[in-house]
């Protein structure tokens, strides 16, 4: 995952850090409570013990046993990280020392093979020698001190005291006392409302944590700042658990929260209240209703489309008593350490089927529909309002992606190179992918949507007459140049059908663009596109205006933009007509005359009762 300071928030943080006072001194009585002896961290003794009894009947956490010791064998003669920045950034680096000290100081814990902690120790001494971790891009020092804090709190009496000393130092010196810098300061991710917030304080409390013992002072001050900090990000999931930044870089927030919260758990006893904060036990819910059947993610903003695995579900599935959560990691193949050490067995498909098959997340105005939990042939769309000023936003207000007959029909390119010149900076809006124009929505005139602009969600409806369910959003303020009001409607309907219906009013005629990203085969026909992949056909067929024909353009991008294969995008452009001019798009499975179509309603009128005009 690619990771940096999006250039409007780094300018609304370097004035915050201007404004702001340093905060309150540390408080010395946080490690009253602190657990004297290691380990004490993320994992403890009884942990282990109820993962190798599991492993005694559970064939999948024997399997999952096998795997992470091939891999800790396969690290036994890979070189050790290096000093070798990608960019800006260290973090590639950090990611595989905390995955490999992670991996073999797991293993070594369960099973006792002293050739994993002895190459543990080595790859902690060679970033340890490193002259620093990079701190200017702080995500890699926190994830370094992290590494470093569990590798140094796991493997503590198999270390000589020589080598405690010396990654204990490294701690305190490139990790916590660069971090104290920004906290004492107020500056930049210490007041940070997104990712950076979480992985920061998490990394910087598991280091303070793993050495509180021996330098209680700075432990103590670094985790006083975390435990005021880290509430600016946690209120962002009140107040249903939903993510700004998007599923990927929820992944990435919510790990560091979980290594945070249960490093405070283990050693301290304690989470400073943080499980209370709303939002945070409907988080998982997130996760499995940004998935689709066809197992991709409503990858929005600059994330990939691949939800990868996400250990911290099996930790808040036992933290919060979800099953639920545990059932989706499961499902999805976790394969990492946390996934076995944080390992719950409980709950099944009966679990997910029990979830509503539609939802809304109220603080980023996103809505998730779909026919049938646990059918890989299921319909699913997922769309979105939201704020064009969110964290790794692109201008994509009303963008939505489609699965159907197992295929992903409507995609959400993703980000790009983070590399490319201004991407964080003043050419963002230069860039395809980032553009209005290389999202699923509306263009007017040509010109991108408003980068201020916030779209809520102003109607949803879980369950309507004959199955299905739809929501609204008011893209209106990302087009204040071009019209007065824009909205979009999004219905599922039955579980072979989804209409997208836009309103728009404008005093003057207007060019509006509707657009759709697909890697699909598209055949158009005038008012019906047949799309295939494999031996899938979709049907798209344009409801209103009567008038209106599809294109289709393939997609084609020069360097330093990543190119884009197999890609194109199915329009409909449409002149306007004051005052008001709709566009209604019908997607179906299955095949019927466009004749024969149902009218759709006004969006005034859509309702429970169903969102299509009966003949």
């Known amino acids: 995952m690619r990771i940096a300071i999006p250039f409007i928030e780094s300018m609304i943080f370097a004035s915050l850090a201007s404004a702001q006072p340093a905060t309150a001194p540390a408080d010395t009585k946080v490690l009253g409570t602190l657990r004297p002896a290691h380990p004490r961290l993320l994992v403890l003794e009884d942990d282990l013990a109820r993962v190798r009894e599991l492993a005694k009947t559970n064939p999948e956490i024997r399997k999952l046993c096998d795997r992470l010791r091939d891999q800790a064998v396969n690290t036994l003669n890979e070189p050790a990280v290096e000093h070798k920045l990608e960019g800006p950034r260290l973090l590639s680096q950090s990611r595989t020392c905390l995955r490999r000290v992670a991996t073999l100081a797991g293993m070594y814990r369960l099973e006792g093979d002293r050739r994993f902690a002895e190459r543990a120790e080595k790859e902690m001494l060679t970033a340890a020698a490193f002259a620093d971790w990079n701190p200017s891009h702080f995500l890699d020092t926190a994830e370094m001190s992290n590494a470093l804090g569990i590798g140094y709190d796991w493997l503590h009496d198999q270390l000589s005291a020589e080598s405690r000393k010396t990654i204990r130092t490294a701690i305190a010196e490139k990790g916590l006392k660069p971090g104290l810098d920004v906290y004492r300061k107020s500056r930049w991710w210490a007041v940070a409302r997104h990712n950076w917030n979480q992985v920061c304080n998490g990394g910087m409390t598991v280091g303070a944590l793993a050495i509180a013992d021996e330098e209680p002072s700075l432990a103590a001050e670094v985790i006083s700042h975390a435990r005021r900090s880290i509430p600016r990000a946690m209120e962002s999931l009140a107040p249903d658990g939903g993510w700004a930044e998007g599923p990927g870089y929820w992944n990435y927030a919510m790990r560091y929260t979980a290594f945070y919260w249960a490093a405070l758990n283990t050693a301290l006893g304690t989470d400073f209240g943080l499980q209370a904060m709303p939002g945070f036990a409907e988080t998982g819910l997130y996760r499995i209703h940004s998935i689709g059947p066809s197992g991709l993610t409503f990858n929005y903003a600059d994330g990939g489309s691949k939800p990868g695995t996400a250990a911290q579900m099996m930790y808040f599935a036992r933290r919060f008593d979800r099953p639920a959560y545990a059932v989706?990691?499961?499902?999805?193949?976790?394969?990492?350490?946390?996934?076995?050490?944080?390992?719950?067995?409980?709950?099944?498909?009966?679990?997910?089927?029990?979830?509503?098959?539609?939802?809304?997340?109220?603080?980023?105005?996103?809505?998730?529909?779909?026919?049938?939990?646990?059918d890989p042939q299921a319909l699913f769309i997922a769309f979105k309002g939201g704020d064009n000023k969110a964290n790794h936003s692109h201008l994509d207000l009303g963008t939505f992606v489609l699965d159907a007959l197992g295929q992903r029909w409507a995609i959400d390119l993703g980000g790009d190179n983070y590399n490319m010149p201004g991407y964080f900076g003043k050419q963002r809006w230069t860039y395809y992918r980032l553009r209005s124009e290389g999202q699923n929505t509306l263009v007017l005139n040509g010109d991108n949507q408003n980068p201020a602009a916030k779209a809520p969600?102003?109607?949803?409806?879980?369950?309507?007459?004959?199955?299905?369910?739809?929501?609204?959003?008011?893209?209106t303020a990302a087009y204040t140049k071009h019209a007065q009001q824009v909205r979009r409607g999004v219905a599922l309907i039955g579980d072979d059908r989804v209409l997208l219906e836009d309103e728009i009013e404008a005093a003057t005629p207007v060019e509006a663009d509707w657009a759709m990203h697909t890697h699909a085969a598209v055949v158009t026909d005038g008012r019906r596109s047949i799309l295939t992949l494999g031996n899938k056909n979709l049907y798209a067929d344009v409801l209103e205006p009567k008038n209106a024909a599809w294109q289709v353009q393939e997609v084609r991008l020069e360097k330093p933009q990543e190119p884009i294969k197999n890609t194109r995008k199915l329009m409909v452009r449409v002149k306007t007509a004051a005052p008001r001019t709709r566009v209604a798009v019908l997607f179906s499975v299955r095949e019927r005359p466009l004749d024969s179509l149902d009218a759709a309603a006004p969006l005034s009128q859509w309702s429970a009762e169903g969102v299509l005009a009966r003949p």
């Open 457 to 475: 969600l102003v109607a949803f409806e879980p369950k309507i007459a004959g199955g299905g369910s739809f929501a609204v959003a008011d893209l």
């Open 328 to 374: 989706n990691e499961r499902q999805l193949g976790g394969s990492e350490i946390f996934d076995l050490l944080w390992y719950d067995p409980r709950g099944s498909a009966a679990d997910t089927e029990r979830l509503p098959t539609a939802a809304q997340f109220r603080g980023i105005h996103s809505a998730y529909l779909r026919s049938k939990w646990n």
